[in-house]
Protein backbone atom coordinates (compact mmCIF):
# COMPACT_ATOMS: atom_id res chain seq x y z
CA UNK A 1 0.00 0.00 0.00
CA UNK A 2 1.34 3.17 -1.05
CA UNK A 3 0.90 6.44 1.58
CA UNK A 4 0.85 9.79 -0.52
CA UNK A 5 2.75 12.87 1.33
CA UNK A 6 1.69 16.05 -0.79
CA UNK A 7 -0.08 18.07 1.39
CA UNK A 8 2.26 20.87 2.26
CA UNK A 9 0.34 21.56 5.90
CA UNK A 10 0.70 17.59 6.70
CA UNK A 11 3.56 16.44 5.77
CA UNK A 12 7.47 17.22 6.22
CA UNK A 13 9.24 19.49 3.84
CA UNK A 14 9.64 16.58 1.38
CA UNK A 15 6.40 15.12 -0.76
CA UNK A 16 6.91 11.78 -0.81
CA UNK A 17 5.62 8.41 -1.72
CA UNK A 18 5.64 5.72 1.39
CA UNK A 19 5.10 2.17 -0.13
CA UNK A 20 4.72 -0.13 2.52
CA UNK A 21 6.89 -3.79 2.44
CA UNK A 22 8.95 -5.96 4.43
CA UNK A 23 12.72 -5.21 5.57
CA UNK A 24 14.50 -1.80 5.52
CA UNK A 25 14.09 0.90 3.70
CA UNK A 26 15.13 1.47 -0.43
CA UNK A 27 15.15 4.94 -1.27
CA UNK A 28 14.85 6.12 -4.79
CA UNK A 29 15.98 9.37 -6.19
CA UNK A 30 15.21 11.61 -9.36
CA UNK A 31 17.26 12.90 -11.84
CA UNK A 32 17.20 16.17 -13.27
CA UNK A 33 14.59 18.17 -14.08
CA UNK A 34 12.10 15.00 -13.07
CA UNK A 35 10.44 13.93 -9.96
CA UNK A 36 9.11 11.03 -8.51
CA UNK A 37 6.80 9.70 -10.35
CA UNK A 38 10.13 8.38 -13.06
CA UNK A 39 9.83 5.67 -10.62
CA UNK A 40 6.19 4.46 -11.13
CA UNK A 41 7.35 1.12 -12.29
CA UNK A 42 9.84 0.49 -9.51
CA UNK A 43 7.30 1.84 -6.34
CA UNK A 44 4.81 -1.18 -6.58
CA UNK A 45 6.78 -4.16 -8.13
CA UNK A 46 9.73 -3.78 -5.46
CA UNK A 47 7.40 -3.31 -2.49
CA UNK A 48 7.07 -7.08 -2.05
CA UNK A 49 10.54 -6.97 -1.03
CA UNK A 50 11.17 -3.76 0.83
CA UNK A 51 9.97 -0.65 1.99
CA UNK A 52 10.00 2.13 -1.09
CA UNK A 53 10.24 5.42 -0.66
CA UNK A 54 10.19 7.91 -3.71
CA UNK A 55 10.79 11.82 -2.27
CA UNK A 56 10.53 14.78 -4.98
CA UNK A 57 13.82 16.64 -4.27
CA UNK A 58 13.14 20.23 -2.74
CA UNK A 59 11.60 22.72 -5.60
CA UNK A 60 10.99 19.26 -7.71
CA UNK A 61 7.42 17.51 -8.01
CA UNK A 62 5.21 18.41 -5.14
CA UNK A 63 8.10 19.44 -2.92
CA UNK A 64 7.31 23.30 -3.82
CA UNK A 65 10.08 25.55 -3.03
CA UNK A 66 11.42 28.72 -4.62
CA UNK A 67 15.16 28.37 -2.76
CA UNK A 68 18.45 27.81 -4.07
CA UNK A 69 19.92 24.86 -3.07
CA UNK A 70 23.17 22.64 -3.18
CA UNK A 71 23.47 18.96 -3.51
CA UNK A 72 24.84 18.29 -0.31
CA UNK A 73 21.73 20.03 0.93
CA UNK A 74 19.29 18.03 -0.52
CA UNK A 75 21.38 14.84 0.76
CA UNK A 76 20.46 16.78 4.13
CA UNK A 77 16.70 17.14 2.86
CA UNK A 78 16.60 13.27 2.46
CA UNK A 79 18.59 12.65 5.64
CA UNK A 80 15.91 14.58 7.27
CA UNK A 81 13.02 12.61 6.23
CA UNK A 82 14.50 9.70 6.70
CA UNK A 83 14.82 10.32 9.89
CA UNK A 84 11.87 11.43 10.76
CA UNK A 85 9.75 8.93 8.83
CA UNK A 86 12.01 6.09 10.81
CA UNK A 87 13.47 4.53 7.58
CA UNK A 88 17.54 4.93 9.00
CA UNK A 89 19.32 2.91 7.55
CA UNK A 90 18.51 2.53 4.18
CA UNK A 91 19.27 1.35 0.46
CA UNK A 92 19.33 4.59 -1.33
CA UNK A 93 19.65 4.73 -4.83
CA UNK A 94 19.84 7.95 -6.92
CA UNK A 95 19.45 8.39 -10.59
CA UNK A 96 21.94 10.83 -12.88
CA UNK A 97 21.47 14.23 -10.63
CA UNK A 98 19.94 12.09 -7.81
CA UNK A 99 23.15 9.87 -7.48
CA UNK A 100 24.93 12.66 -7.17
CA UNK A 101 23.13 13.47 -3.87
CA UNK A 102 23.38 9.61 -3.02
CA UNK A 103 26.99 10.53 -3.13
CA UNK A 104 26.98 13.57 -0.80
CA UNK A 105 24.42 11.56 1.48
CA UNK A 106 27.08 8.36 1.38
CA UNK A 107 29.92 10.90 2.17
CA UNK A 108 28.40 12.45 5.38
CA UNK A 109 25.88 9.69 6.41
CA UNK A 110 27.69 6.60 5.93
CA UNK A 111 26.44 4.59 9.16
CA UNK A 112 22.64 5.50 7.59
CA UNK A 113 23.66 3.50 4.79
CA UNK A 114 23.44 -0.54 4.31
CA UNK A 115 23.60 -0.69 0.58
CA UNK A 116 23.66 2.53 -2.62
CA UNK A 117 22.96 1.86 -6.25
CA UNK A 118 24.55 4.31 -8.50
CA UNK A 119 22.29 4.64 -11.71
CA UNK A 120 23.40 6.55 -14.68
CA UNK A 121 25.73 8.83 -12.64
CA UNK A 122 29.04 9.84 -12.60
CA UNK A 123 31.53 10.76 -9.35
CA UNK A 124 33.22 13.52 -11.19
CA UNK A 125 32.54 17.29 -11.06
CA UNK A 126 31.85 18.87 -13.74
CA UNK A 127 34.90 20.06 -16.66
CA UNK A 128 34.98 23.92 -17.23
CA UNK A 129 32.70 23.24 -20.81
CA UNK A 130 29.91 21.41 -18.68
CA UNK A 131 30.29 24.37 -16.48
CA UNK A 132 29.48 27.08 -19.41
CA UNK A 133 26.83 24.52 -20.58
CA UNK A 134 25.10 24.46 -17.44
CA UNK A 135 25.43 28.68 -17.58
CA UNK A 136 23.91 28.51 -20.89
CA UNK A 137 20.75 26.09 -19.60
CA UNK A 138 20.67 28.50 -17.00
CA UNK A 139 19.99 31.20 -19.11
CA UNK A 140 17.57 29.40 -21.05
CA UNK A 141 15.44 28.60 -18.23
CA UNK A 142 15.31 31.99 -17.25
CA UNK A 143 13.87 33.14 -21.14
CA UNK A 144 10.28 33.32 -21.74
CA UNK A 145 8.88 29.82 -22.27
CA UNK A 146 12.35 28.45 -20.58
CA UNK A 147 10.98 25.34 -18.98
CA UNK A 148 9.76 23.89 -21.88
CA UNK A 149 13.02 24.91 -23.66
CA UNK A 150 15.10 22.99 -21.52
CA UNK A 151 12.69 19.96 -21.61
CA UNK A 152 12.98 19.94 -25.94
CA UNK A 153 16.94 20.40 -25.20
CA UNK A 154 16.80 17.52 -22.37
CA UNK A 155 13.86 15.30 -24.06
CA UNK A 156 16.41 13.63 -26.82
CA UNK A 157 19.29 13.16 -24.64
CA UNK A 158 17.32 11.28 -21.87
CA UNK A 159 16.07 8.37 -23.98
CA UNK A 160 17.86 5.92 -26.33
CA UNK A 161 17.63 6.42 -30.21
CA UNK A 162 14.47 5.70 -31.71
CA UNK A 163 12.56 6.23 -28.52
CA UNK A 164 9.59 7.58 -30.57
CA UNK A 165 8.71 4.62 -32.11
CA UNK A 166 9.64 1.99 -29.65
CA UNK A 167 8.63 3.19 -27.05
CA UNK A 168 5.86 6.21 -27.12
CA UNK A 169 4.28 5.69 -23.83
CA UNK A 170 7.40 6.35 -22.34
CA UNK A 171 8.00 9.92 -24.39
CA UNK A 172 5.10 11.31 -23.81
CA UNK A 173 4.91 10.42 -19.51
CA UNK A 174 8.81 11.20 -19.72
CA UNK A 175 8.05 14.79 -21.48
CA UNK A 176 5.32 15.61 -19.18
CA UNK A 177 7.59 15.17 -16.15
CA UNK A 178 10.34 17.71 -17.92
CA UNK A 179 7.90 19.91 -19.10
CA UNK A 180 6.32 20.53 -15.36
CA UNK A 181 9.32 21.02 -13.61
CA UNK A 182 9.42 24.76 -12.49
CA UNK A 183 11.86 26.70 -13.86
CA UNK A 184 13.29 28.51 -10.97
CA UNK A 185 14.03 24.95 -10.06
CA UNK A 186 15.75 24.41 -13.19
CA UNK A 187 18.14 27.36 -12.53
CA UNK A 188 19.12 26.13 -8.88
CA UNK A 189 19.70 22.50 -10.18
CA UNK A 190 22.15 23.48 -12.80
CA UNK A 191 23.57 25.81 -10.15
CA UNK A 192 23.90 22.78 -8.18
CA UNK A 193 25.48 20.37 -10.52
CA UNK A 194 27.54 23.30 -12.04
CA UNK A 195 29.37 23.82 -7.94
CA UNK A 196 29.06 20.17 -6.96
CA UNK A 197 32.47 19.14 -5.84
CA UNK A 198 34.57 16.11 -7.09
CA UNK A 199 33.42 13.07 -5.41
CA UNK A 200 35.71 10.60 -6.64
CA UNK A 201 38.08 10.23 -3.48
CA UNK A 202 35.32 9.00 -2.18
CA UNK A 203 34.77 6.03 -4.23
CA UNK A 204 37.76 3.48 -2.42
CA UNK A 205 36.57 4.33 0.85
CA UNK A 206 33.16 3.46 0.36
CA UNK A 207 32.53 0.00 2.41
CA UNK A 208 29.07 -1.12 1.81
CA UNK A 209 27.89 -3.14 -1.32
CA UNK A 210 27.26 -0.86 -3.99
CA UNK A 211 25.59 -1.84 -7.57
CA UNK A 212 26.42 0.36 -10.70
CA UNK A 213 23.99 0.38 -13.22
CA UNK A 214 24.05 2.25 -16.46
CA UNK A 215 22.01 2.30 -19.57
CA UNK A 216 23.70 0.86 -22.87
CA UNK A 217 23.17 3.81 -25.39
CA UNK A 218 23.37 6.77 -21.96
CA UNK A 219 25.02 9.91 -23.91
CA UNK A 220 24.73 11.80 -20.72
CA UNK A 221 27.12 9.12 -18.60
CA UNK A 222 27.84 6.16 -20.91
CA UNK A 223 28.57 2.59 -19.44
CA UNK A 224 32.26 3.26 -19.41
CA UNK A 225 31.50 6.33 -16.60
CA UNK A 226 30.53 3.55 -14.61
CA UNK A 227 33.34 1.11 -15.35
CA UNK A 228 35.63 3.42 -13.78
CA UNK A 229 33.37 3.75 -10.77
CA UNK A 230 33.44 -0.23 -10.58
CA UNK A 231 36.81 -0.46 -10.95
CA UNK A 232 37.34 2.36 -7.96
CA UNK A 233 34.58 0.96 -5.34
CA UNK A 234 35.68 -2.10 -3.82
CA UNK A 235 32.59 -3.91 -3.15
CA UNK A 236 30.71 -3.09 -6.18
CA UNK A 237 29.03 -4.63 -9.05
CA UNK A 238 28.41 -3.54 -12.40
CA UNK A 239 25.25 -3.78 -15.03
CA UNK A 240 24.71 -2.48 -17.86
CA UNK A 241 21.05 -2.29 -18.93
CA UNK A 242 20.59 -3.31 -22.49
CA UNK A 243 18.18 -1.32 -24.84
CA UNK A 244 18.06 2.13 -22.75
CA UNK A 245 19.82 5.35 -22.58
CA UNK A 246 19.55 7.36 -19.77
CA UNK A 247 16.34 6.51 -18.54
CA UNK A 248 16.79 2.53 -17.68
CA UNK A 249 14.20 2.60 -15.38
CA UNK A 250 11.37 3.94 -17.98
CA UNK A 251 12.99 1.77 -20.68
CA UNK A 252 13.60 -1.36 -19.50
CA UNK A 253 11.99 -1.05 -16.19
CA UNK A 254 11.55 -5.35 -15.62
CA UNK A 255 15.80 -5.68 -16.23
CA UNK A 256 16.14 -2.72 -14.12
CA UNK A 257 13.97 -4.09 -10.80
CA UNK A 258 15.19 -7.71 -11.29
CA UNK A 259 19.02 -5.95 -10.88
CA UNK A 260 17.48 -4.19 -7.54
CA UNK A 261 16.29 -7.78 -6.36
CA UNK A 262 19.35 -9.58 -6.66
CA UNK A 263 21.40 -6.34 -5.13
CA UNK A 264 18.35 -6.46 -2.03
CA UNK A 265 18.94 -9.99 -1.95
CA UNK A 266 22.74 -10.00 -1.69
CA UNK A 267 22.63 -7.16 0.59
CA UNK A 268 20.26 -9.27 3.05
CA UNK A 269 18.14 -8.44 5.34
CA UNK A 270 15.16 -8.30 2.97
CA UNK A 271 12.45 -11.03 2.48
CA UNK A 272 13.75 -13.70 -0.16
CA UNK A 273 10.63 -15.81 -1.05
CA UNK A 274 10.44 -16.07 -4.94
CA UNK A 275 14.12 -16.13 -5.51
C1 LIG B 1 20.27 14.21 -14.76
O1 LIG B 1 19.79 13.37 -15.54
O2 LIG B 1 19.98 14.23 -13.56
C2 LIG B 1 21.21 15.24 -15.32
O3 LIG B 1 21.25 15.14 -16.71
C3 LIG B 1 22.57 15.11 -14.75
C4 LIG B 1 23.51 16.16 -15.24
O4 LIG B 1 23.14 17.00 -16.08
O5 LIG B 1 24.68 16.18 -14.81
Excluded at 99 to 114: E, I, N, P, Q, T
Excluded at 252 to 268: D, I, M, T, W
Amino acid sequence: MTARHDDPARRPPLAFDDTAGPGPALVLLHGFPLDRRVWDAQRADLAARCRVITPDLRGFGASHDDRPFTIESLADDVHALLRQIDALPCILCGLSMGGYVALAFARKYAGDLAGLVLMDTRAEGDTPEGKQGRQKMIELARSPGGGKAVSDQMMPRLLRTGAEQHAPDVVRRLRAITESCPPLTIEHALAAMRDRPDQRDLLPQLRLPVLILMGEADVITPPAVGEQMHAAIPNSTFHVIANAGHMPLMEQPQEVNEALRSFLNKVGGLATSGD
